[in-house]
């Protein structure tokens, strides 16, 4: 499994953007990068992912560097509902998904 | 999600007891996962089935066991529980194809005193 890091805590304001960055240094070329969300009290749910292009849905946007060894979770304008752990997780296929210890997102009001 | 229904949602138990933790879910996937999680700590996978007839172990499997019962159920069981296994644990659910998203319960709060 390729390994990830990421920042153990970050604060934003709410409204602002907000930028979560892992590396992946070790991610192989048919590995996706997944971003997934945990919020208090609740299982882990999806956020968006991608392999290289850059990628846009209604929660998020991800921004794939093109050496693959890095990403970024783009939240536009983050709210406290957005307060939360944001995993990156590398992925072969349809193999389960391997946690790491994610970055926990405080948003201030 | 909704989808993915996890009981009890709660329990506390003693060292010793036989649990059995159950999982089911109306989104017709085929492929179903548990997972602990500790205080602080990321997800751990304990055992997954891509269907009804594969059980795979996960990277701690050791005091567990599952039971894949059909489609929609998959059970854990610690079959006599320890203090160290107090933790949360976590269903969840894929589709067969490639990269899609897995589906996560609420989770069970699991006590062993």
């Known amino acids: 499994d390729a390994k990830t890091t990421q920042p153990n805590s970050m604060e934003s304001n709410e409204e602002e953007p907000v930028h979560l960055p892992c590396n992946h240094s070790t991610i192989s070329g048919t590995d996706y990068i997944h971003w997934y969300r945990q919020l208090p009290s609740q299982g882990p749910e999806y956020v968006i992912h991608?392999?290289?292009s850059n990628v846009n849905n209604r929660m998020a946007s991800l921004a794939i560097a093109e050496d693959r060894k890095s990403s970024t979770l783009i939240l536009h304008r983050a709210t406290l509902r957005d307060a939360a752990v944001y995993y990156c997780i590398p992925r072969i296929g349809n193999t389960p998904l391997v946690f790491g210890k994610g970055t926990r997102l405080s948003v201030i009001a | 999600d909704a989808d993915v229904t996890q009981t009890p949602r709660n329990r506390i138990t003693k060292t010793g007891k036989r649990i059995m933790l159950e999982c089911s879910q109306t989104k017709g996937h085929d492929r179903m996962y548990w997972y602990r999680q500790d205080p602080g700590l990321g997800l751990r996978l304990i055992y997954y089935s891509f269907d009804v007839k594969d059980i795979n172990k996960g990277e701690i499997s050791d005091g567990y066991s599952v039971s894949r019962q059909a489609q929609a159920k998959f059970s854990l069981s610690l079959e006599s529980a320890i203090p160290n296994q107090t933790a949360l644990y976590f269903c969840?659910?894929?589709?067969?194809?490639?990269?899609?998203?897995?589906?996560f319960g609420d989770g069970t709060r699991l006590s062993i005193l």
């Open positions: 969840a659910t894929s589709d067969l194809s490639s990269n899609q998203p897995q589906h």
């Open positions: 991608g392999l290289t």
